[in-house]
C-alpha cells in the first residue's frame, strides 16, 4: 500500500478491504502456524538456541524497539565520519569529533541509541563529557531544521557531495551557540578545528565566516524560526488534519524538550519518590529531573524499578486484577511492560522477534529478580499451547510521540513507513485476538501519534471482527491521570502537550478489546 511522500492517505479503506476475520473467541487464525522455540525462563537453566529470525520481519516492542522499515535519513549522507582519537587531538573537539561520528552513523540510517552504543570512543570519554555528546547530538536532531534553516543564508552554497557531512558540523556549532549557550569562543574554535579534523581543511574559512556571523546575527535569525519548522512535510501534514495547527505547535514545541526520566516501581512509589527526590505520577510512576547515569540511582543495582515514560506505563495495568492469570506480552523487549505484568502476579510469556532485543528483555528481568516464559519468535506465526486470558500488544508503530526521547525519528520516519507497518499491525493483532479465551481481553497500544497505526487500525479491524471481538471501555477510574484522553469510543488518545503541566509525556494510543462469551 504505498503512501504519497507529503500527504498521508487514510488507510482504514484498504485495511477493511482485507479478508474478513474469520477468528471465533479461543479458536485458532487460519494463517499456518509454526510453533516457535522457547528462550526459557529468565536467569534460569541453560539458554535454548534461538531460530533464525525471518527475513524482512520488523522487530517490535517498546521505546526504541519499534520496528524500523528503511527510510530516508536527515542529513542524507554516503560518505563516513572521519574517526576520532588521534594523537594530540584537543580534548575540546575530541567529544564532538564523537559526537560527529555518531550524528553521521545517524544520517546513514541507524538508530540514535544504536549510534552511541557502537561507537567506541564515547567510552573513552569521561562522564561529563558523554553527557555533552548525549545532548549535543539529540539536541542536533531535534532542532535540525530550525538550525539548518538560520544557517543557510549564511552561505554561497551548502557543501555537497563528498563535503556533505561539513553541514553537521555547522549545525552542531549553531546548536552549541543558539541553544546549549556554548562560550562563544569556544563554539567558534571548536567548530573550525572539527571542520580540520574531518578534513574538510578547503571548509575551514567558510565555517569561521558562518561561526562569526551567528555569534552577531544568530539568536534573531533563529527567533525567526518555530518548533514545526523541525517536522518533516508529510508529518506536519499529518498532525495538522488530525489534531490542528495550534495543536501540532504545542506538541512539536514540548518534543524539542529535553525529556524527564519516569521510573516504574514493582511497589510502593511513593515510598520511592521520596527516596529519590522524585514526584508521583497516576499511582504508577515516578518523575524527577537526571541527566547521568541512572544505574548509580537508589534501588537500580537492587532490581527495585525501571525507567519507562508515564504514559507508557498505563496499557498493562488496564486489564485490572490478573493474579495468577496467563498473560502473553507480545513485542515485549525490552521489558518494562513485561516486569509490570509479572509484579501484578500474572504468569507471563513475553514474546519478541529480536535477538538483540531478547538478550536486553533477559538482562532487564535478571535484574529485577522477575521471571517469565520468554520466547524468541514471529507473533504473527506463534501458537500458544492453551488460549490465555489477556493479551498485550505494544505493536510496532512509528513512534511518532516519542520525538523528544528519540528525535532521531524526524529524520527517518517517512509517509510510506505507515503503509508498512499497518501491514504488521493488522497481522499481530488479528492473529493474537485468536489467542484468547472467551471473556479473554487484549490491550493494543502504539507509541505512534499516527491515527491510521490507532483509531483507523482498531475500527478496521473490529469492522471486519463479524462481532466476535468489541471495544471495551476503558474507565475514568482505570485511566486515572490519562482520563481526559478517553475517546468518545473509550478508546485512548494521549498527546503529549495535553500534559505539559506535568511535564508532558510520550504520545499514545491505547484501545481494550474483548472477546464475545
Request: proline content about 6%.
Amino acid at each position: 500500500m504505498p503512501a504519497d511522500s507529503t500527504t498521508p492517505k487514510s488507510k482504514r479503506t484498504q485495511l477493511t478491504n482485507r479478508p474478513k476475520l474469520s477468528l471465533a473467541p479461543g479458536t485458532d487464525s487460519q494463517r499456518p502456524k509454526p510453533r516457535a522455540k522457547s528462550a526459557g525462563k529468565t536467569g534460569t537453566g541453560p539458554r535454548h538456541d534461538n531460530p533464525k529470525k525471518p527475513r524482512g520481519v520488523p522487530q517490535g516492542g517498546e521505546g526504541a524497539g519499534k520496528a524500523r522499515p528503511a527510510t530516508a535519513a536527515r542529513p542524507k549522507s554516503k560518505h563516513p565520519a572521519h574517526k576520532s582519537g588521534k594523537p594530540g587531538q584537543k580534548r575540546v573537539v575530541a567529544a564532538r569529533q564523537v559526537c560527529f561520528d555518531i550524528l553521521v552513523a545517524v544520517a546513514e540510517g541507524a538508530q540514535l541509541d544504536a549510534a552511541m552504543n557502537a561507537n567506541a570512543d564515547l567510552g573513552d570519554l569521561d562522564d561529563r563529557d558523554r553527557r555533552f555528546v548525549q545532548l549535543l547530538a539529540a539536541t542536533c536532531l531535534r532542532r535540525w531544521g530550525q538550525l539548518e534553516k538560520t544557517i543557510a543564508p549564511l552561505m554561497a552554497r551548502r557543501p555537497f557531495g563528498a563535503q556533505e557531512n561539513a553541514n553537521v558540523i555547522l549545525v552542531m556549532g549553531a546548536a552549541q551557540l543558539l541553544i546549549l549557550k556554548t562560550d562563544a569562543h569556544a563554539a567558534v574554535d571548536s567548530t573550525v578545528e572539527l571542520m580540520r579534523q574531518a578534513g574538510f581543511d578547503r571548509l575551514t574559512g567558510m565555517a569561521n565566516a558562518v561561526m562569526r556571523r551567528l555569534t552577531r546575527e544568530g539568536e534573531a535569525r533563529f527567533a525567526t524560526t518555530k518548533a514545526t519548522d523541525n517536522l518533516p512535510e508529510w508529518l506536519q501534514t499529518s498532525w495538522h488534519a488530525a489534531y490542528g495547527a495550534d495543536a501540532t505547535a504545542s506538541l512539536t514545541s514540548l518534543s524539542m524538550n529535553v525529556p524527564p526520566l519516569d521510573i516504574t516501581l514493582k511497589t510502593s512509589p511513593e515510598t520511592w519518590a521520596e527516596r529519590l527526590q522524585g514526584k508521583v505520577i497516576n499511582n504508577l510512576s515516578i518523575r524527577r529531573e537526571f541527566d547521568g547515569d541512572v544505574t548509580q540511582l537508589d534501588g537500580f543495582a537492587e532490581g527495585e524499578w525501571w525507567v519507562q515514560d508515564a504514559a507508557a506505563a498505563l496499557p498493562a495495568t488496564l486489564f485490572g486484577d490478573i493474579a495468577g492469570m496467563q498473560v502473553i506480552d507480545l513485542c515485549a523487549a525490552p521489558g518494562g511492560k513485561t516486569a509490570q505484568l509479572i509484579a501484578a502476579g500474572a504468569q507471563v510469556t513475553a514474546i519478541d522477534n529480536g535477538r538483540k532485543r531478547i538478550d536486553r528483555l533477559r538482562r532487564n528481568l535478571k535484574r529485577l529478580k522477575l521471571d517469565a516464559d520468554i520466547v524468541y519468535g514471529d507473533g504473527r506465526t506463534y501458537r500458544p499451547d492453551a488460549s490465555v486470558d489477556h493479551v498485550l500488544l505494544d505493536a510496532p508503530c512509528s513512534a511518532t510521540g516519542t520525538i523528544r526521547r528519540r528525535p532521531d525519528i524526524l529524520g527517518r520516519r517517512t509517509a510510506e513507513d505507515i503503509s508498512a507497518l499497518q501491514e504488521v499491525q493488522w497481522d499481530l493483532t488479528t492473529t493474537a485476538l485468536g489467542w484468547l479465551k472467551p471473556g479473554g481481553s487484549m490491550v493494543y497500544a502504539t507509541c505512534s501519534l499516527q491515527p491510521e497505526e490507532g483509531e483507523e487500525m482498531i475500527a478496521a479491524i473490529l469492522a471486519r471482527a463479524d462481532g466476535s471481538y468489541m471495544l471495551d471501555p476503558i474507565t475514568p477510574e482505570q485511566a486515572g491521570t490519562f482520563a481526559p484522553s478517553i475517546t468518545e469510543e473509550g478508546a485512548i488518545r494521549i498527546v503529549p502537550s495535553d500534559y505539559a503541566a506535568i511535564g508532558g509525556v510520550d504520545g499514545f494510543y491505547i484501545a481494550r478489546l474483548k472477546s464475545a462469551q
